[in-house]
C-alpha cells in the first residue's frame, strides 16, 4: 500500500518488497529523509525512462573485437539491457560505476547529465600497442527511452 513520505506518496511496501527488507530495514531507510527522497526519484518512472548509452568511439588492437559502434545499454541508468548491448570486454568497463553514480547525482538534482558530464569519453585500461594489446575510447550519454531508437 502507498505512503506518504516528504510529502509525496510512495508505495514504500513495494520497495520493501523489490529490495528483500525486513520492517527494522525498510523504517531505517524511511527515518533518513535524504535516503527516502532520493529513493522516490531513483525509482520514479522519469528516472526508469532513462538511458545510460556507453558506445564505442574509436577502436585499434582490441583483442576481443570491439569497434566503433558497439554498445552497452544501462535502463534507469544502471540496469544492463544483454538483448540491446553488445559483447563487451571488462577492460572497458573501469569507469562505468563512477559515470553511473556521477549520472545518477545529475540526474537526482535535476540537471541534464550530457550537459554535465565532463569528460564524456573514457579508454580502456590497457596501454595501446606500445606497451599492451589495443585501444578502445568510449563515449557515454543519456537518452530518453522514446528516444532510443533514434540513436
Known sequence: MPHF???ELFDWEAF???MGFSDEELRQWISDPKRAEATKKMCSPEMQR????VEVVKSHGCANGLKPGDRLYFKGIGNLDPKRSSNWCGHNLLFLP?????IHNALMQGKDPNE???PNHFSCVDTT????WGYVESKV?????EDLDKI
Open 5 to 7: 513520505c516528504c510529502g
Open 16 to 18: 520493501k518488497e523489490h
Open 50 to 53: 532513462k538511458w545510460l548509452i
Open 98 to 102: 563512477l559515470v553511473q553514480d556521477a
Open 116 to 118: 554535465f558530464l565532463y
Open 129 to 132: 600497442l606500445k606497451y599492451g
Open 141 to 145: 550519454y543519456v537518452v530518453d527511452e
